[in-house]
C-alpha cells in the first residue's frame, strides 16, 4: 500500500505563494488519480482538488484559479503550486490517492496571516 509524505508547508502572507510537494512510496503510481485534501482547526478534511493518471484535474470552487495540481510520474510526486494564497487557506494539507485512499500522511501546515 502506497504511502504518502507532504512537505513545502509553511507561513506566507496574504497574496503570497507556495508550492507543496507529496512523495509517493510504492508501485504503480502512475496508474492512479491522485488528490490533496485540507482541514483547517475544527473542520473537516476537504477535497482541494484533483489530477487523473493521465493529468485531468478538477478544483474545488474556492481554489480555483489559484491553485494547480500537477504530477511528475517519474518522481512518484504530486505537487500543488498555490498563488493568491487568502488566510482562509489556512490548514494542514494532506495528499491521497483519490478512488482508493491509503493512510493518511502527516501532512503539511500552510498558514496564510500578516
Known amino acids: 500500500q502506497a504511502q504518502f509524505v507532504e512537505s513545502g508547508g509553511g507561513l506566507v502572507q496574504p497574496g503570497g505563494s507556495l508550492r507543496l510537494s507529496c512523495a509517493a512510496s510504492g508501485s504503480g503510481f502512475s496508474t492512479y488519480a491522485m488528490a490533496w485534501y485540507r482541514q483547517a482547526p475544527e473542520k473537516q478534511r476537504e477535497l482541494v482538488c484533483r489530477i487523473t493518471f493521465g493529468g485531468n484535474t478538477n478544483y474545488a470552487d474556492s481554489v480555483k484559479g489559484r491553485f494547480t495540481i500537477s504530477r511528475d510520474n517519474a518522481k512518484n510526486t504530486v505537487y500543488l503550486q498555490m498563488n493568491s494564497l487568502k488566510p482562509e487557506d489556512t490548514a494542514v494539507y494532506y495528499c491521497?490517492?483519490?478512488?482508493?485512499?491509503?493512510?493518511w500522511g502527516q501532512g503539511t501546515q500552510v498558514t496564510v496571516s500578516s
Open positions: 491521497n490517492n483519490y478512488f482508493t485512499p491509503g493512510p
